[in-house]
């Protein structure tokens, strides 16, 4: 049961276009979702979150927008540069479960120049 | 500069040995710490919560005798594999919570190799 999905496994964007990553997710008890941004053999690194009580939140080139009543979120990156193509995953935590995070299966993302 | 430190970052054994994997918060205290497992072009499986002064909770189809976890102090959480085999061959994430913060940092990730 994939309670967060990213159903894009790649996306590849022009450098200074803007990228949109997209998450689903199934579990109404989730209260913060957070973007983390991963290259191979490393660990996670945090973007930027939002909390279930906004519908957006912005930092620098980052956005991620919350619609709860569709169970969607999305990270937009304007403009792409890069030095951002890396996998990018969407996770969400549960206000009843301790904490954890639940990740999607990541998106690649290719910024070519 | 780094919040969480793993060591070691790359690691081959023979099969049937144990390995530890150290994970510790470098900035902050933890009474917890999660352990995630990826595998090639996969999402993170969250494995287990590490607790300070208590048992490991586990995720289903985890093995708690496969893995074992120690919250050593408010910095250090060990996860042992025993008896390595080389299914177990993965990468091996922890992160860790801050307090009065939503965000979890994650450490730089152990390469586990099983011969």
């Known amino acids: 049961d994939q309670q967060v999905k990213q159903n894009s496994p790649s996306l590849s964007v022009q450098e200074g276009r803007i990228s949109i990553l997209n998450c689903d997710y199934t579990?109404?008890?989730?209260?913060?979702f957070l973007w983390y941004k991963k290259y191979p053999a490393e660990g996670p690194t945090f973007l930027i979150s939002?909390?279930?009580?906004?519908d957006k939140n912005e930092d620098g080139r980052f956005t991620v927008f919350l619609n709860k009543s569709a169970k969607h979120l999305s990270l937009h990156i304007v403009p792409s540069q890069p030095g951002d193509s890396a996998v990018y995953f969407c996770?969400?935590?549960?206000?009843?479960?301790?904490?954890?995070?639940?990740f999607g299966q990541g998106t690649e993302l290719s910024v070519k120049p | 500069g780094a919040v969480v430190s793993q060591h070691p970052s790359r690691v081959i054994c023979k099969s049937g040995t144990s390995v530890k994997i150290e994970c510790r918060s470098l900035?902050?205290?933890?009474?917890?710490m999660f352990w995630y497992r990826q595998f090639p072009k996969k999402s993170l499986m969250l494995m287990a919560t590490?607790?300070?002064?208590?048992?490991?909770?586990?995720e289903q189809g985890v093995e708690k005798d496969k893995f074992l976890i120690n919250h050593a102090s408010l910095t250090l959480s060990t996860l042992t594999v025993t008896s390595a085999h080389p299914e177990d061959s993965s990468f091996y994430i922890c992160?860790?919570?801050?307090?009065?913060?939503?965000?979890?940092?994650f450490g730089p990730g152990t390469r586990l190799l099983v011969l």
């Open positions: 992160s860790v919570p801050r307090t009065g913060s939503e965000t979890q940092y």
């Open positions: 579990n109404s008890m989730f209260d913060y």
């Open positions: 939002i909390s279930s009580i906004k």
């Open positions: 996770a969400a935590r549960a206000y009843n479960q301790g904490g954890k995070l639940i």
């Open positions: 900035d902050f205290q933890a009474t917890t």
């Open positions: 590490s607790n300070e002064g208590s048992k490991a909770t586990y």
